[in-house]
């Protein structure tokens, strides 16, 4: 229950990847409702220097499984098709739980304070497969806490502390807060994690991620509510007595 970031560094040996780190290869989505075609929300940042930049945030809803996601990003070609994105969010039933702990502690370097049977909820994992860019490349915070395992590509986070938020003019999107304008400019504390690092983020605090232009990349994060959050609870009965909402 840190409320600092925390960077775990060479915690993932090389030949950890992908498949090793809560692959399911044929659940789909059970966090959002199903859809037939991708939902998209369309805002604009505007920086302390009056810059402005367009922002596309994707609701991960389609029902396509893991494993055909991962089949449509290893065929992409980056020169021929430009950029890619692609998220596979996925609350953990217990069997699938059971199998995550299994992989973190038996691949990995990890403090045993990083147990996902410890943490309040199901926990939720987030698969993202991006090209030349991240799925969350904008400024934005949610309410849950979550670590972040670097399996190919570095990548570099912008985090600013939730004392922060009034230097932005934000709105709710309905998964995230998204900041619309930063009024005066907010610290920042910058992040380069590497290859084998997990990076934990608390609630609440603004973040962005880049990578290098042209680079194939994925990654995984793991979702979890703090005790207490009214929100979370919800969402754990939801998924335990309807599935998918």
């Known amino acids: 229950d840190a409320e600092q970031p925390i960077l775990f560094q060479g915690c993932i040996p090389e ?3 992908l498949l090793e780190v809560g692959y399911e290869p044929d659940a789909s989505q059970n966090l959002f409702p199903f859809c037939s075609s991708p939902r998209r929300r369309h ?20 029902p396509s499984t893991l494993r055909q996601k991962l089949a449509t990003f290893e ?19 217990a069997p ?42 904008y400024k934005h915070a949610h309410m849950d806490r979550f670590l972040s395992f670097c399996l190919q590509e570095e990548k570099r986070w912008t985090l600013i502390a939730p004392q922060f938020h009034r230097h932005f ?29 997990v990076l934990f983020v608390p609630p609440w605090w603004i973040h962005e991620t880049r990578v290098r232009p042209g680079t194939k990349n994925y990654g995984v994060n793991v979702h979890w509510m703090s005790r207490g959050q009214v929100l979370g609870f919800a969402a754990s009965l ?3 007595f309807f599935r998918n909402p």
């Open 15 to 17: 030949h950890v990847g």
């Open 43 to 62: 805002f604009e940042f505007r920086d302390a220097e009056g810059r402005s930049e367009d922002i596309i945030e994707q609701v991960p809803c389609a």
């Open 75 to 93: 065929a992409h070609n980056a020169s021929r098709d430009g950029n890619y994105f692609a998220v596979h969010t996925r609350m953990l039933e």
């Open 96 to 137: 699938e739980l059971a199998r995550f702990e299994n992989a973190l502690h038996a691949t990995m370097r990890l403090p045993k304070a990083l147990s996902v049977s410890k943490m309040s909820g199901p926990p939720t994992v987030t698969h993202f497969l991006h090209v030349g860019r991240t799925a969350v490349y």
């Open 169 to 197: 003019v934000s709105t709710w999107s309905g998964n995230a807060e998204m900041m619309l304008r930063e009024t005066t400019r907010a610290p920042r504390l910058d992040v380069t994690q590497r290859r084998g690092d």
């Open 238 to 240: 939801q998924h335990r």
